[in-house]
C-alpha cells in the first residue's frame, strides 16, 4: 500500500534519534553517507574536531534576488550540523558580492548597483531566515532529534569589510598573501588560460572571503566553513589566513619561543573546511544562474507547484541521489521507497516523497498543500468547484495570475483574456485552440470565439481558470 508523507513523517518523529542508523554516525560520516561530502581539510583532525560542539559558517552570494536550488543543497549540508548540536552561521556576502567571485566562471560577472544589491542581500536574509527556521524543525521530525542547535546566527560581511579602508587591508591580509598561492587557485588558472582573463578585482576575491573566515574565526570562534566544489581554493585561503595572521600576533610568537606551541597552535590557528557536490542530473548537467535553468526558492519567482512538479519529474536515475542529498528521510527509509519504486515504477513512489520533503521544507505545510491543490487544478484530479478561491490563487504563481477589474467582466471576451494573460501568442491562436477544443474555463471547454465571461463563470465570485491544452494555465482574478 502507498504510504503517505504524513505517515512517513509520524513514523520519523515517534523515532528517538539514538534509535537510527544515522543517529550512529558523526556527521561527516552522515553526509557521507549522503553523497554529501566532496572534500575535506584534514579529515581525521575534523571528525575529531567535531566532537564537541563548534561554529560552521556557509557563505551565501547576493548577485539574485532569490535563493536556488542549488543553494539549498549547501544550506542542508549546514542543517545536518544544526541536527548535532553545532551553531550555524549564514553569511550573506554584500562585500563580496560587489566583487564577484571568479569561481565557476569564464568571464567577469557584471557589478550590481549598490541599490540593487541591497535589495538583494535583504531579500535573501529574509529567505534564510525563514527557511532555517522552519528547516531545522522539519529536520528535527525526520532524524527524530529532540537536540539540535537553535544557535543561529544571519551576518552581512559588509559590516566589516566596508569599514576597512585599502591600506588596511593591503598592510595587513594583503602584505601575508603570497601571490604564487594564489595564482594556484584553480579558479585563477582557469581564467588566466581563458581569452578574458582575469581583472586584479577578482583575483583579490579570495583574500575577501579568506578575511570572512578570519574574522568569523576571530569574533564567533568559528572554525568550519562549508561550500560547493567550487569554492575549495577560496576555503583553503581562508584556513591559510587565520593561521598566518595567528603567527603574526606578537602574543602568539612569545608563547611558541615559551614551548607552548603545540597547545597554543591547536586553539589558535584550529581552521577546516568541507565542501559539497555541485546539484546535476544524471547527465552531470548543473542547476544555477550560471547554468540558466535555476529553479528557485522564492515563491513568486517558482511556485510551490513548480518546484513540486519539477521534482515529481526527476528521472529514476537521479531520484535516490536527489532523496539523499535534498531531504532528511531517513537512509533506510529511502532504501524501502526505493525497493517500492522499483516492484511498481509507474506509481512514481520515490519522486512523489522527493517533491513532497523538499517542497514542505522549502515553502512548509501551506505550500506543499498549494502545490497539490494545484496538481489537481492541472491534471483534473479534483473539481474546480470543490476547492476554494483563496486555494487556487495560492496554487498559481504571479506570473500565472492575471487581473481584471469587476467593471471589465463583461467588456473583455476570452480570445481577449488569452491574449492579455500571456496563455497565447495571439487571437489567431486562440481561435485555433478553439476550433479544436483545446480552449477551457473552469475545465469545460469553449466553443464559442465571441465568449465573454460573466458572473456564474466565477469560482468563489472572485476567480477563473483558462486553460489551453493540458498544462498551460493562467488565473483570471476579478478586483
Keep these: 500500500m502507498r504510504r503517505t508523507a504524513g505517515e512517513a513523517v509520524r513514523r520519523w518523529s515517534s523515532r528517538r534519534f539514538a534509535s537510527s542508523e544515522s543517529a550512529r554516525k558523526d556527521v561527516l560520516q552522515e553526509l557521507e553517507a549522503r553523497g554529501l561530502l566532496f572534500q575535506a581539510t584534514s579529515r581525521r583532525q575534523l571528525s575529531e574536531h567535531l566532537q564537541q560542539q563548534r561554529a560552521c559558517y556557509l557563505g551565501v552570494d547576493p548577485s539574485a534576488p532569490s535563493l536556488h536550488l542549488g543553494n ?12 548535532r548540536g553545532h551553531t550555524a552561521l549564514f553569511l550573506v556576502g554584500q562585500g563580496t558580492g560587489a566583487i564577484g567571485d571568479p569561481s565557476g566562471r569564464s568571464s567577469e560577472r557584471q557589478a550590481l548597483s549598490h541599490e540593487v544589491l541591497s535589495r538583494n542581500v535583504a531579500a535573501i536574509t529574509k529567505q534564510l531566515t ?26 552581512n560581511n559588509h559590516d566589516w569589510l ?3 579602508s585599502l591600506l588596511d587591508f593591503l598592510g595587513g591580509p594583503g602584505k601575508r598573501a603570497r601571490v604564487s598561492t594564489m595564482l594556484a587557485r584553480e579558479s585563477v588558472k ?4 581563458s ?10 576575491y579570495q583574500l575577501l572571503q579568506g578575511y570572512d573566515f578570519y574574522h568569523l574565526h576571530k569574533h564567533h570562534n568559528c572554525t568550519m566553513q562549508i561550500g560547493g566544489s567550487d569554492q ?6 581562508g584556513i591559510d589566513m587565520i593561521r598566518r595572521e595567528a603567527l603574526s600576533d606578537e ?8 614551548g607552548k606551541e603545540e597547545s597554543l597552535t591547536k586553539e589558535q590557528t584550529s581552521a577546516f573546511g568541507i565542501t559539497l557536490p555541485l546539484l546535476t542530473t544524471s547527465t552531470g548537467e548543473k542547476f544555477g544562474k550560471s547554468a540558466g535553468n535555476a529553479v528557485w526558492l522564492d515563491p513568486e519567482q517558482t511556485s510551490p507547484f513548480e518546484l513540486y512538479q519539477f521534482l515529481l519529474k526527476s528521472t529514476d536515475a537521479d531520484v535516490k541521489k536527489y532523496l539523499q542529498m535534498l531531504t532528511f ?7 524501502a521507497t526505493m525497493a517500492e519504486h522499483q516492484a511498481k515504477p509507474d506509481q512514481r513512489a520515490a519522486q512523489k516523497l522527493l517533491a513532497g520533503e523538499v517542497t514542505e521544507l522549502v515553502h512548509g505545510s501551506s505550500g506543499l498543500k498549494s502545490a497539490e491543490r494545484a496538481t489537481q487544478i492541472m491534471f483534473g484530479t479534483a473539481e474546480l468547484g470543490s476547492i476554494s478561491a483563496v486555494d487556487i490563487l495560492g496554487a498559481f504563481s504571479k506570473t500565472q495570475k492575471h487581473t481584471i477589474s469587476r467593471d471589465e467582466l463583461s467588456k473583455v471576451n476570452l480570445l481577449a483574456l488569452a491574449v492579455a494573460s500571456g496563455l497565447v501568442s495571439s487571437k489567431s491562436q486562440a481561435r485555433q485552440m478553439i476550433a479544436n477544443g483545446g480552449l477551457s474555463l473552469n475545465d469545460k471547454k469553449i466553443t464559442e470565439v465571441g465568449y465573454k465571461l460573466s458572473e456564474p463563470d466565477l469560482l468563489g465570485g472572485r476567480v477563473a481558470v483558462l486553460k489551453a491544452g493540458k498544462s498551460n494555465m493562467r488565473l483570471i482574478e476579478i478586483v
Design 329 to 335: 528521510v531517513p537512509l533506510d527509509e529511502i532504501d
Design 190 to 193: 582557469n581564467r588566466l588560460h
Design 232 to 237: 575549495y581554493g577560496n576555503i583553503q585561503s
Design 195 to 204: 581569452s578574458s582573463g582575469i581583472s586584479f578585482t577578482e583575483f583579490s
Design 251 to 258: 602574543d602568539f610568537r612569545q608563547s611558541l619561543l615559551e
Design 72 to 83: 539549498l543543497l549547501a544550506i542542508i549540508g549546514l542543517l545536518h550540523f544544526q541536527l
Design 162 to 164: 566596508g569599514k576597512m
Design 130 to 155: 525563514e527557511l532555517c527556521q522552519r528547516g531545522v524543525s522539519h529536520a528535527a521530525k525526520r532524524a527524530g532529534v529532540s537536540g539540535a542547535s537553535s544557535n543561529v546566527k544571519f551576518l
